[in-house]
């Protein structure tokens, strides 16, 4: 039987928790209500329920020049690029796991000092010039190929892995790459998966190199139209309001209606993929983080 004090405590724990959980979840709460708001009704205010239930918020931004496109643009930047992310990192950090490769330790040092130090924009946009992947799609492949934070958690994953595993693949006469292929890579899914989710997430929100290194409008990502919309909200809606008008039609959209109702577009994604892997992303990043 628990005590006063120990019924008191529950309860004021359980009611701080479920507080904070709200605080977390209202942000993403309202700006799906305000997008499904009737802009000019919205614009007097939103708390609980939408005003005016409408969706000519995404009716008038699924209309915009090239959104369809950058969508699918930033669908397969994600899907391509956290595929390249994961297959050539985790090969990476598996090699450097083996005495057999010539200047393991090197080079893995010369993957960790990357984390801390950047040479900065210039000299990144020079190379990425240099390179050719100026207006081409690679640009956004390539660059994240290998990322240092990812081989310091599947090393330190994999090296707890049993020893016994691969000198049992080896006595049956596989080589490090099938090993690493039917062994190691099934194993190290919990871990995988962690990486899955922040290269995916990084990759769909990133536009900094669309941004500097793309002018071609079939290669514009999502987020980059987005910033663009956002910059320039006034002028969108005063096109798309006109364009009503010549219709016929009476409803009116507002600068904060587009920016919120991109937002939740460029959002939606992301909170359909994370719930499938958060059992992954914690249990892998806890295994990946007990040796430094």
């Not at 969508?71 to 397969?76: A, E, H, N, R």
């Not at 993957?111 to 000299?123: D, R, S």
């Not at 577009?265 to 983080?289: H, S």
């Amino acid at each position: 039987m628990k005590n006063d004090s120990s019924i008191w405590f529950d309860i004021v724990n359980y009611t701080i928790q479920v507080l904070f959980t709200l605080l977390c979840i209202y942000p993403f709460y309202y700006i799906f209500i305000y997008s499904i708001s009737d802009p000019q009704q919205a614009l007097k205010g939103v708390f609980l329920l939408p005003t005016g239930f409408t969706i000519v918020n995404y009716t008038h931004i699924f209309r915009l020049d090239n959104m369809l496109h950058s969508f699918f643009i930033s669908f397969l930047r994600t899907v391509i690029g956290t595929v390249v992310t994961i297959a050539c990192s985790s090969w990476l950090a598996y090699a450097v796991t083996k005495n057999e490769l010539y200047f393991r330790k090197t080079i893995y040092r010369f993957v960790i000092i990357t984390m801390y130090f950047n040479a900065g924009l210039i000299p990144w946009y020079i190379t990425m010039k240099q390179l050719g992947l100026k207006n081409n799609f690679l640009l956004y492949i390539l660059p994240v190929a290998v990322v240092a934070y990812y081989v310091v958690l599947l090393k330190t994953f994999i090296e707890q892995l049993p020893q016994a595993l691969e000198e049992s693949a080896m006595i049956d006469g596989a080589g490090f790459l099938k090993i690493f292929t039917h062994v190691i890579f099934p194993l190290s899914m919990p871990i995988i998966a962690t990486i899955a989710v922040f290269a995916s997430v990084g990759q769909w929100n990133t536009w900094y190199d669309n941004y500097f290194l793309v002018s071609d409008d079939r290669l514009q990502t999502l987020q980059l139209i987005l910033y663009n919309y956002l910059t320039d909200a006034q002028r969108i809606v005063s096109s798309s309001n006109m364009q009503d008008l010549n219709r016929g039609l009476a409803t009116k959209i507002s600068p904060d209606s587009i920016r919120i109702t991109v937002t939740m577009v460029v959002t939606i994604p992301v909170l359909l993929v994370y719930p499938f892997l958060q059992r992954f992303f914690v249990k892998g990043l806890m295994l990946g983080a007990i040796k430094g």
